[in-house]
């Protein structure tokens, strides 16, 4: 079982250049997520779907657009990249929303990336 | 003052050391998880739960509705514990996580 893929897994970009993260989930999850998670801070949610065709803003949405085009891809795209959002980025699905069940959340391993 | 606070920030054991790890929060919860962030940066789902206590293998978790606090606890602490740990409350409509708290085990 693959759980949960991201590509890439590191990336740099420089100021002004646009990139598509990739989430991948074999489990027939319904709820898919993206975060980030930047030193001293916690989780925070950038977008999420309830379901495939859907998308909703989290915290922080800025400068990040999605799409849930097949149930079982989530992709995050930064259209204009910029030193702000250099941080590690994390897919998440669940099968309920906020994963309020005993397997709760399961995670991609990450996407590294650096904006210069 | 964050929503979620977890202390210690971060936390040092010798091998075979209890290890307890705290979790307070200020928000009404319907659910609280525990999760485990490995070294190279992988994130693991440990518990959910939304009373009482929880175990599996050497890890338990529990957790207070009233006074709003969630403990880890490992037992026989091993080097390959070593991990930050991530309390996560799940209020009415999203989760909300703590910064974490580092723990490195000596042999």
Redesign the interface.
Known sequence: NAGVTQTPKFRVLKTGQSMTLLCAQDMNHEYMYWYRQDP??????IHYSVGEGTTAK??VPDGYNVSRLKKQNFLLGLESAAPSQTS?Y?C?SSSF???????????G??T?LTVV | K?E?EQSPQNLTAQEGEFITINCSYSVGI??L?W?QQHP??????L??LSSGKKKHGRLIATINIQEKHSSLHITASHPRDSAVY?C?T?GS????????TRLQVFP
């Open positions: 001293g801070m916690g989780l925070r949610l989290g915290e590690v994390f998440a929303y906020g994963g309020l069940t005993n397997y709760g959340y399961t995670f391993s990450g590294r | 964050n979620v319907s659910a998880h999760l190279g940066g992988g994130i693991v789902s518990f959910m991530i996560a799940k409509d999203k989760l909300i996580f703590g910064t974490g």
